[in-house]
């Protein structure tokens, strides 16, 4: 029997938690059972490496969503997949969009990475909204990866609740730990928190920024990650003399392995969906601090032992928890146990995909039979 053909499209291979999802996702489909096709507007981006062999890379060479469209469409056109899997809401909304004008559709399924809001703010008013109870009613599934990301879907969209399938995102511990343990800089390893994410207004880099000019100096964060928001971030640092407590290292192949040797984890992001980057920090064995009001982080708080996740209801008593933790004493350069909830380990995360890719399989060939 010919293995069943399923698609991923991702707009790119930066370095993003949406996308590192994705391919931990497509990677779980094994060869000898389905033909896995990776689309992706542009083959740019660091995790392009990390693409496995048996997975065949299809790039439409466009670096805008809209001058993709016509290649997008006719790519799944002539692949015809049975299932299609889409991450990013603006994505999802482009795919669905054209599979409503194929005479054969596959069965699709949507990931909602983040919040609607993230989405909605990009769109012209109106348009965005419309957009969305129009197309993902379409959907064969909704994967959202926090409740609050499925309540704001259902509030945009009622009635979409019965297509909504919760998959958080999987955290491949072993892998992780692996990779944690790798030798790094001396200089990475004096005690320093970490900040990890693209350098964008969503991460909310300034807003830790203003809470670290109000820390003693023996709080000091690195920050990980490359962006648009990079320079500004630099001349803010400057401005406000936190330049001894900031450093901005870019992109790194192996954060991982700085982020176990830390002393947490520090989130003020403006919106999130599921902060993977957060529950990689608690797979290392190391806290994470943050803002009450950042989504996703309450969720895992939840499910996390006490301790692990620490919020803050405002900035002032978030510098107060980090101040705390600075004056407590060195951090060892052992790894930690990890911290993660189980819920969240790889191994059970890829099994509810890959059930709900069968799922979307037997509604592709109902359909099929009915036609």
């Not at 559709?105 to 012209?124: F, G, K, Q, Y």
């Not at 790798?182 to 900040?195: D, L, Y």
């Not at 008593?317 to 004493?329: F, N």
């Amino acid at each position: 029997m010919t293995p069943r053909k399923i698609a991923f499209v991702l707009p790119s291979f930066a370095g993003g938690g949406a996308e590192r999802v994705m391919l931990h996702f497509l990677h779980s489909l094994k060869p000898e059972q389905y033909q896995v096709v990776l689309i992706v507007l542009t083959g740019e981006g660091p995790l392009r490496a990390s693409l496995s062999k048996s997975v065949r890379l299809i790039d439409l060479g466009a670096s805008r969503l809209r001058t993709a469209l016509f290649r997008l469409r006719h790519c799944i056109s002539k692949e015809k997949p049975d299932v299609l899997v889409s991450t990013m809401g603006y994505l999802n909304l482009a795919v669905l969009g054209v599979c409503a004008t194929l005479s054969q559709p596959p069965s699709v399924i949507v990931r909602e990475a983040n919040t609607v809001d993230s989405t909605l703010r990009w769109l012209p008013i109106g348009v965005g909204k419309l957009a969305y109870r129009l197309l993902y009613p379409r959907a064969d599934f909704v994967v959202c990866n926090a409740r609050h990301v499925a309540n704001e879907l259902e509030a945009l969209c009622p009635g979409l609740r019965r297509l909504v399938e919760l998959i958080v995102n999987p955290i491949d511990v072993p892998g992780l730990r692996i990779q944690a343990i790798q030798p790094i800089s001396e200089e990475f390893s004096k005690g320093w928190f970490v900040a990890i994410g693209r350098l964008t207004p969503a991460k909310g880099f300034d807003r830790l920024l203003e809470v670290l000019s109000e820390c003693p100096p023996q709080v000091k964060v690195l920050f990980i990650g490359d962006g648009p928001e990079r320079s500004r971030l630099e001349s803010l640092t400057k401005s406000m003399n936190v330049s001894p407590q900031a450093r901005f290292i870019g992109f790194q192949d192996n954060p991982w392995a700085i982020l176990a040797r830390s002393r947490g984890l520090v989130m003020m992001s403006r919106w999130e969906g599921l902060p993977n980057v957060a529950l990689e920090a608690l797979a290392c064995g190391v806290p994470v601090y943050g803002l009450e009001s950042v989504d996703g982080l309450g969720e895992i708080q939840e499910q996390a032992a006490q301790g692990a996740v620490l919020l803050a209801p405002n900035s002032q008593e978030l510098v107060d928890l980090l101040s705390t933790s600075a004056i407590s004493g060195s951090k060892s350069d052992e790894l930690a146990p990890s911290l993660l909830p189980a819920a969240f380990e790889g191994a059970v995360v890829r099994q509810q995909f890959m059930s709900l890719v069968e799922k979307a399989l037997h509604e592709r060939h109902g359909r099929a039979d009915t036609e």
